[in-house]
Every structure is written in C-alpha cells, then in structure tokens.
T-cell receptor, first 114, second 114 residues
C-alpha cells in the first residue's frame, strides 16, 4: 500500500505570511499532482510535477518534486485570504500501479486571516 | 474549457437499493476513474477503466460495485445494494494518458444512504 503523508493537517496564518505544505512517502511516484478542493466540490488540479528535482511556479505558489520522486512541497509566498482552502497532494504510478491510479494525502486545510 | 460532469449532484437512497452514478468524461480522454471521499477522510481510489475494461481496482471495489461505459460519452458507477457506509462523495475523473497523468475531476455526487 502506497501512503502519502501530508503535513501539516491544519495551517492558520495571517495575510502576507509564507507557508510550506509537505507531502512525503516511502514510495517512488512517476508523477505527483497538487489539487485544491473547495467544500462540496471536486479537486481542481493546480500542477503536475514529473521529473525528480523539478520546480514549478504558479504565481505565488511554488511546487517542488524531490530528487528521488518520493516527496513534494508546496510553498505559498505572501499568502492571501483567497488562498484559503483544502490542498491535496496525490501521487501516480507508485509501485508499478497502472493507468493513473492516484494515491491522495489527507490534505492540508489552510486558513489565511486578513 | 472542457470539464468532467457528474449527475446527480446529490442522491439519497434507502439501504439495500441500487444506485447508478453518472459521469461524462472529457471527450478526448481515454482513462476514466471513480474515487470516493467519506466525510472528513481522504480521497480514495475505487477503480480505473481503459479500453472498455477495468484496469485496476482497489479493495473497496467489491462485487457490489460495477462500472460501465454504455455509450461513447457516459461512464457509470453502479452500487448494487447500498449500505450505510457507502455514504460519501463520489468523484469521477478522466485523463488523456496514464503514467504522467493529469486527472481532471468532476464536481462529485453526494450519496446519502438512509
């Protein structure tokens, strides 16, 4: 069983602060995706990282895939109240599993206070 | 922008009844998935489907579950005899490829078994 441990589970910060969410596993993934999920809706894809060591930026969000493709991080610079939400990491292709089966972390609930 | 659509958005059913959850994946996608999320828990993989057959399924996907692509656009999940513990959000997803997949999720169907 492939597990993705996401931390922290809860994060409450003030507007303007920086934060990092971590996603760790003992398994190697072929790719790792970050999603944002609003209450009562499906996960919305933010980014996919595929190459070990890869860094992708999406405005104030920076995503990194570990060199060994076992871990990833999401860093938000100068957080805004609009960043409030549930962030999920999900890995694909671990242990030779096929056809895009995603293993999800438990999520990080981020609250950014004005 | 193309999206995955699911119907109904909310389904209430009595224990022991059969339900069919419907999904229309993105039109050029070849891989289809069902996931579920019990309230407060992780998003869990149920099944993946490619080339008109199940590619992989989790231990959750037992004999009471089945999937079908009855025509060129719909992808369905049938739960034959619902149990209280089947109450969850069910998400359909689709992707163009598999290994470096970017899975796009529908907005979900909230199934409540009473």
């Amino acid at each position: 069983t492939q597990l993705l441990e996401q931390s922290p589970q809860f994060l409450s910060i003030q507007e303007g602060e920086n934060l990092t969410v971590y996603c760790n596993s003992s398994s190697v993934f072929s790719s790792l995706q970050w999603y944002r999920q609003e209450p009562g809706e499906g996960p919305v894809l933010l980014v996919t990282v595929v190459t070990g060591g890869e860094v992708k930026k999406l405005k104030r969000l920076t995503f990194q895939f570990g060199d060994a493709r076992k871990d990833s991080s999401l860093h938000i610079t100068a957080a805004q109240p609009g960043d409030t939400g549930l962030y999920l990491c999900a890995g694909a292709g671990a242990g030779g599993t096929s056809y895009g089966k995603l293993t999800f972390g438990q999520g990080t609930i981020l609250t950014v206070h004005p | 922008e193309p999206e995955v659509t699911q119907t109904p958005s909310h389904q209430v059913t009595q224990m022991g009844q059969e339900v069919i959850l419907r999904c229309v994946p993105i039109s050029n996608h070849l891989y289809f998935y069902w996931y579920r999320q019990i309230l407060g828990q992780k998003v869990e993989f149920l099944v993946s489907f490619y080339n008109n057959e199940i590619s992989e399924k989790s231990e959750i996907f037992d004999d009471q579950f089945s999937v079908e692509r009855p025509d060129g656009s719909n992808f369905t999940l049938k739960i034959r005899s619902t149990k209280l513990e089947d109450s969850a959000m069910y998400f359909c997803a689709s992707s163009e490829g598999a290994w470096d997949t970017e899975a796009f999720f529908g907005q979900g169907t909230r199934l409540t078994v009473v």
